[in-house]
């Protein structure tokens, strides 16, 4: 039985968060205040937890928060407002639309509206572009975060085989983006549920992210031994949440990043680093590497 390192999550966010927070405070001695705006519809639960979670971040490192909270039968107009409302909006220097969105609403037309500056989410086309291209601009938050826990754990990218589960527009598709950078150069095997024989792909894997939103999905006998991987997708249930990783993967795996506490907290500092970010490129100077 191999013994899993846990990929932490929770304490490399509170490090990150940290020293986001001396950045913010040199910001504000210079009158620059960041502000991280969330536009929520609906009361999808998992959303609401989450946003929650990003604004207990923001107080905690000095970033100002605005809600905008609409219900789940708000009309297109309405979303589309809330962001127009946010672009203009002096005192919001970056802000998201929580996904998903109401089956009833368009995701992509709200999403082109968001002014590309203030894109803390990095999924406008334009800043998804930038990607495609290897220019700089805002992350999407859980790739992002993906790749700082696995860099902050030491675990090899460069050259290493990556098998991501799942194409997904906030995770696999950027993540297969971001990991073939030059920066990071990592072979990369995209799955889907169309894949065949989708175990060849996950045992000739060094690391696994699992982010199809399919609970339990990978198996331990669909891991090499000594792998790493990566639970990403959570599916809520009345027994509680379970993730895309069978929690027996981990008597396989060699380091883990678990469904509570692995890449979730991640994704939500990446969000204050997107933020950070955009306050220091609007004040005209370059975020450190
Ligand atoms: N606009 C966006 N919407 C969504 C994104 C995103 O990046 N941008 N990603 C996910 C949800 N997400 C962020 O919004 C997110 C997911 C999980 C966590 C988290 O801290 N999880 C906890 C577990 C909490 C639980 O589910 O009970 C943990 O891992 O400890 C934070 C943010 C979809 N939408």
Redesign the pocket.
């Known amino acids: 039985m191999t013994t899993t390192v846990s990929l932490d999550?929770?304490a490399t966010a509170a490090d990150i968060k940290a020293e986001l927070a001396l950045r913010v405070a040199d910001l504000k001695s210079r009158g620059i205040v960041p502000g991280l705006g969330t536009i929520l519809v609906g009361d999808h639960p998992?959303?609401q937890?989450?946003v929650a979670?990003?604004h207990k971040d923001c107080a905690a490192v000095g970033i100002t928060s605005l809600q905008v909270e609409l219900p789940a039968d708000a009309t297109q107009a309405d979303v589309e407002a809330a962001v127009l409302s946010l672009n203009a909006d002096p005192d919001c220097t970056g802000y998201?639309?929580?996904?998903?969105l109401p089956g009833h609403l368009d995701m992509h037309a709200v999403l082109e509206l968001i002014d590309p500056a203030k894109d803390a989410?990095g999924?406008h086309p334009t800043n998804l572009g930038r990607l495609v291209l290897g220019k700089a601009g805002p992350l999407?938050?859980?790739p992002r975060g993906i790749i700082e826990l696995l860099r902050r754990h030491h675990v090899p990218i460069t050259g290493a085989n990556f098998c991501v589960i799942g194409c997904g527009v906030?995770v696999g598709r950027p993540l297969g983006l971001m990991l073939t950078r030059s920066s990071e150069h990592a072979t990369v095997t995209m799955c889907h549920e169309a894949t065949a024989d989708i175990t060849a792909h996950t045992r000739a894997a060094d690391v696994v992210v699992a982010a199809a939103g399919a609970a339990h999905l990978v198996r331990p006998d669909w891991i090499r031994p000594g792998a790493t991987v990566l639970s990403v997708g959570?599916t809520?249930t009345i027994e509680g949440?379970l993730g895309d990783v069978h929690p027996r993967v981990g008597e396989v795996a060699g380091k883990l990043a678990p469904?509570?506490?692995?890449?979730?907290?991640m994704?939500?500092a990446m969000?204050l680093k997107n933020i950070v970010e955009a306050a220091e490129r609007q004040a005209g100077e370059t975020p450190p590497a």
Not at 96 to 100: A, M, S
Not at 259 to 265: A, E, H, M, S
Request: net charge positive; aromatic share 4%; glycine share 18%.
């Open positions: 999550g929770t998992g959303s937890v989450y979670g990003k998201i639309v929580q996904l998903p989410d999924l999407p938050c859980t906030t959570i809520r949440v469904t509570v506490g692995g890449v979730g907290p994704t939500r969000l």
